[in-house]
């Protein structure tokens, strides 16, 4: 304990020491950082101090306890082997929404057991409503809000942190994904394992094997975190099996009950994968009246288990042909749009890379490296060391690009991440970018752009606080000074209030070459403030008002622009929402800035632009075949303009096999000339028809006339086998009007995961 008040302390000290040699005015260091900063250090320790000495695991009385199985079972939703009615049962699910304050109405019976191989989990899920079941489709990872489903989160180090959740929708669609910071799941990992959903006139069964080589866990620890999880769309019910307070979803680590092994869990002597992969295609450029390509490529990775607990991932000359596409936006922001990772090779353990700093402070974001040079090789080893270290340790090289004048470059990062007290972390991570070969008409070989920052997260043992502490610096060749980032904010979050203070400080000089930073030298406050509250009878479950406000300043503390929200919050029993907000802005522009980023003239540097604005946005139950999401702006804009904006998402479902979903927006601008009225439609329908849950058929249109490109991404899978895919994607870009092909490819690809 001592040990580490005493590095949290010395942070602090070391903090104001850097602080202190910053060129920033008096007034920054005698208001901002001496008063605020210290005020939030010493609740953040006090409440260290308190939560150690208080913790204690909260469902540590929820204890399921799992058996060897006495004979062999078949996935297939019945459950009728002799090792079911030999398994213990647990029932008596608790309901966290609409209240959490009683069991749940419909009865849910989880059974599990393992054999040296595989984990099984049986579930039944009762329903006492006549009728079809709600869900989306048959596609893999659904939207857990509009799907009847049954999902289950384990913690296998029984650490409150991270692990993984399986589960599947009422029709049969898988749900795979792996947990970090405690309560996030990221969707896009996947791996091998089997499942089985029958449906019956009064339940569902789901029933599914997942193979102890599909994640990852520490031999001779007998004692795994566990919860279940059933969304009742006809009974408008969401419930868990240790209780969940209705303010936190139910992956929240803090709250899983205990998954007791009879003995240890099986390991295996070796878990090796290659997943090698062949591609055909035929692409054609015609902007630059190029000639037709053939593409046949080959690659892969590989997959090897140093520790059951531990990964090594190597990809030669990956191919991400078969990843979706970006949902395009119209961008009237003044800095760079962030665009998710989608990559499966940087995906696993991913947290430990992209959650590193703040959604805007990242000092690593993958989506930089191969964005437009071949990636030739790369390796990833991440992990646990044990119950309280973490590591990931990436290498990757890239080709240069004739194309894009760019040179190679190699890219090495180290994070490592140490759990103390309960829930709590400190992380460290270095990031380095050399470039190894030179670019065209230049001499850049040599150059490097590197990184190094420490972390500390906070997360208390009942969630209600959260925090963090962020330290970063940058080294780039013929930059030094305001090369820092100091950041932290102090979270608490209960049934009925919410709190939420940010402070941000980013150098001028600081350089992320291989991160996403879109913004530098300013200082920033965060406040945020809600109040939320439960009629006890009638349509409406519960409304609140918020408050929140990001006010940016500059290093000398003059103020540049901020943002300042009071939301009105209405949420029903049937889960649809209706929220108000009024909106005041205030901008002064640092750079030239077109407001339409259509290219015409730009607004001058240092001019000042203040406006208001009405917002609406309505939210439809999940439970309907027809759902919406729709909201309309008026008010202001720059330079005494006026903007009226509407944008949403529709959706309409054929259940279980075809979903529709229309996503668009409209922004009608008008400003003084020389901009005058400028209008902007993007509309994007996309369809998704699934024959099966391994056979899936996607076409996605976005048509965005401020860009004047109108894309078409077409996908064919087959997933022949569990996480072996056979695709075939069309691709193409065009002028909408008159219509005009910018560029087109057809790709063919197999992949196979092979296990050793």
């Known amino acids: ?32 950082y001496p008063l605020n900063l210290k005020i939030l250090f010493t609740l953040i320790v006090c409440c260290l101090l308190v939560f150690n000495a208080i913790a204690q695991k909260k469902n540590a009385g929820y204890q399921y306890h799992i058996r060897r199985a006495n004979s062999a079972i078949t996935v297939d939703g019945v459950m009728d082997e002799p090792a079911w009615m030999q398994a213990d049962s647990t029932s008596d699910f608790h309901m966290v929404l609409p209240m959490d304050t009683s069991l749940a109405k419909v009865p849910t019976v989880v059974r599990m057991t393992y054999d040296d191989k595989n984990l099984y989990i049986l579930a039944i899920c009762y329903t006492n409503i006549p009728g079809p079941y709600m869900v989306e489709s048959l596609k893999r990872d659904f939207s857990f809000q509009k799907n009847d489903n049954f999902i289950f989160f384990i913690d296998p180090f029984y650490a409150s942190t991270d692990g993984f959740t399986f589960g599947a929708n009422a029709e049969g669609a898988q749900w795979d994904g792996s947990m970090y910071a405690g309560v996030c799941v990221d969707l896009n990992w996947d791996n091998r394992w089997v499942s089985s959903v029958k449906n019956y006139p009064n339940k569902w069964v789901f029933e599914a094997a997942i193979p102890f080589k599909s994640i990852r866990y520490k031999k001779g620890i007998k004692e795994w975190g566990i919860n279940f999880s059933r969304n009742d769309l006809k009974g408008t019910e969401k419930s868990s099996w240790a209780p969940v307070p209705r303010q936190f979803p139910t992956a929240s680590l803090a709250y899983t009950g205990t998954l007791v092994w009879d003995e240890q869990p099986p390991t295996s002597s070796s878990n090796v994968s290659i997943i090698p992969y062949l591609l055909t295609g035929v692409s054609k450029d015609y902007q630059n009246k190029g000639q037709t390509e053939f593409k046949r490529e080959a690659g892969g990775d590989a997959k090897v288990s140093v520790t059951p607990s531990l990964n090594l991932d190597v990809t030669v000359n990956p191919d991400f042909s078969q990843v979706d596409v970006d949902q395009q936006v119209i961008n009237l922001n003044r800095y760079e749009l962030f665009f998710p990772e989608k990559r499966q090779f940087f995906l696993e353990n991913g947290d430990l890379f992209s959650n590193f700093g703040y959604s805007d402070i990242r000092p690593f974001f993958s989506r930089r490296i191969g964005l437009n040079q071949p990636i030739d090789f790369g390796t990833r080893l991440t992990g646990k060391l044990d119950k309280d270290w973490r590591i990931g340790l990436m290498d990757i090289q890239t080709g240069g690009s004739t194309a894009n004048d760019l040179g190679a470059d190699n890219y090495g990062i180290l994070t490592l991440q140490r759990r103390v007290f309960e829930r709590s972390n400190i992380g460290f991570m270095f990031v380095n970018k050399d470039f190894t070969g030179s670019t065209p008409g230049t001499n850049n070989s040599g150059n490097y752009n590197r990184n190094v920052g420490m972390e500390f997260n906070l997360a208390s043992n009942s969630n209600l606080w959260t925090g963090k502490l962020l330290a970063l610096k940058s080294f780039t060749p013929g930059e030094s000074g305001h090369d820092l980032v100091l950041a932290d904010h102090l979270q608490y979050v209960s049934k009925y209030w919410t709190f939420y203070m940010q402070e941000e400080y980013v150098g001028k000089n600081y350089n992320a070459a291989v991160g996403y930073v879109p913004r530098t030298g300013y200082v920033k406050l965060s406040p945020l403030v809600l109040r939320n509250f439960f009629p006890k009878k009638g349509d409406i479950l519960s409304y609140g008002l918020q408050f929140t406000s990001n006010y940016f300043f500059n290093e000398s503390l003059n103020r540049t622009d901020n943002e300042s929200v009071l939301s009105y919050i209405m949420t029903f029993r049937n889960r649809s929402t209706l ?39 309505m939210v439809s139950k999940p439970q309907s075949v027809f759902t919406y999401q729709l909201e309309g702006t008026y008010g202001g804009y720059y330079d005494n303009g006026k ?108 992949t196979y995961w092979w296990n050793i």
């Not at 075809?658 to 901009?675: C, E, H, K, M, T």
């Open 1 to 32: 304990m001592k040990f580490y008040l005493g590095i949290l302390f010395f942070a602090v000290i070391l903090s104001h020491r850097i602080i202190a040699g910053i060129n920033i005015k008096t007034a920054v260091l005698k208001i901002i």
């Open 579 to 617: 929220t108000v907000s009024g909106i005041n802005d205030y901008v002064k522009l640092l750079l030239p800035f077109d407001p339409t980023n259509t290219g015409k003239d730009s607004l001058s540097v240092g001019s000042q632009h203040r406006y208001n604005t009405l917002d609406i946005l």
């Open 643 to 750: 903007r009226i904006s509407v944008t949403g998402q529709v959706g309409l479902r054929f259940q279980p096999y075809v979903n529709i979903a229309i996503n668009g927006s409209y922004q009608d601008l008008r400003l003084p000339q020389p901009y005058g009225t400028t209008r902007f439609t993007l509309i994007g329908p996309k369809v998704d028809v699934t024959f099966t849950n391994t056979l899936y058929f996607t076409t996605y249109v976005q048509y965005n006339d401020q860009q004047r490109n109108m894309n078409v991404n077409t996908r064919f899978q087959w997933r022949y086998k569990p996480a072996s895919d056979l695709f075939i994607v069309y691709g193409e870009n065009s002028m909408p009007s008159p219509y005009t092909p910018k560029n087109r490819q057809l790709v063919i690809k197999w």
